[in-house]
């Protein structure tokens, strides 16, 4: 994907937020964007993703699916029924059992679901809970997939389960918003983009992040987040 003289400006802004921003976005692999906390991430996933109008131009256009936060569920529901929810206006399907579930879930996501498909919100953790619908939207097959902040308050087992799902559809394209380093790691290949001061600052792949000093502007801006 490639983005290329990107302008944006905010609602009732008096100057443009972005200006004449150029990047690509490479396809079928992931690619992680860091900043500090308003140097307009979510922003520019919202443009990426059609959310916001503006000028530029975004090549090609692709179908996409926004992971920003936790749908809002009552304690009384079933991991079943956030199954039906969201798998079932996807595939179509009225009615969804474990057995029918294994025909429409990668393997990961199956191991999952398998001993919570019975049990209520109230009795999951939080991260289990964050995990069952990050797992069940990533069902949805779309080509371009944003990650805000994903792993954010879960533990690591299930940031590694998360990773095997994303790993198991390499025909995506990720961009997911990070502040965890560790999150890097579980791929083997991937871009990092730098933003901060409304502009791209640095664009490196796996071979140049792992090569980069500790004290080069980039990696110190990776720490500071």
């Known amino acids: 994907m490639k983005i290329r003289h990107l302008n944006y400006t905010f609602p009732r802004a008096k100057q443009p937020f972005f200006t004449d921003l150029s990047f690509d976005l490479p396809e079928h692999q992931v690619n992680f964007l860091i900043g500090q906390n308003g140097a307009g991430k979510t922003a520019l996933a919202d443009i990426l993703l059609g959310l916001r109008p503006f000028k530029g131009a975004?090549?090609?256009?692709?179908?996409?699916?926004?992971?920003?936060?936790?749908?809002?569920?009552?304690?009384?529901?079933?991991?079943?029924?956030?199954?039906?929810?969201?798998?079932?206006?996807?595939?179509?399907?009225?009615?969804?059992?474990?057995?029918?579930?294994?025909?429409?879930?990668?393997?990961?996501?199956?191991?999952?679901?398998?001993?919570?498909?019975?049990?209520?919100?109230?009795?999951?953790?939080?991260?289990q809970r964050k995990l069952v619908q990050l797992l069940l939207f990533l069902q949805v097959d779309r080509e371009l997939v944003v990650l805000d902040e994903p792993t954010a308050m879960i533990e690591r087992e299930h940031a590694a389960i998360l990773f095997a799902v994303m790993r198991s559809h390499p025909e995506r394209t990720y961009l997911m918003i990070t502040h965890d380093v560790r999150d890097l790691a579980a791929f083997p290949t991937y871009q990092v983009l730098w933003l901060a001061d409304h502009q791209i600052k640095a664009s490196v792949d796996r071979t140049a992040f792992e090569a980069a000093s500790p004290d080069s502007p980039f990696m110190r801006a990776f720490q500071a987040i």
């Open 58 to 127: 975004l090549t090609p256009s692709l179908t996409s699916l926004y992971l920003n936060q936790q749908l809002p569920m009552l304690t009384s529901i079933r991991v079943s029924d956030v199954a039906m929810l969201i798998l079932g206006i996807e595939t179509g399907q009225r009615h969804l059992t474990l057995e029918t579930l294994a025909t429409v879930v990668d393997g990961p996501t199956l191991a999952f679901l398998t001993p919570l498909w019975s049990k209520h919100y109230r009795e999951l953790s939080g991260g």
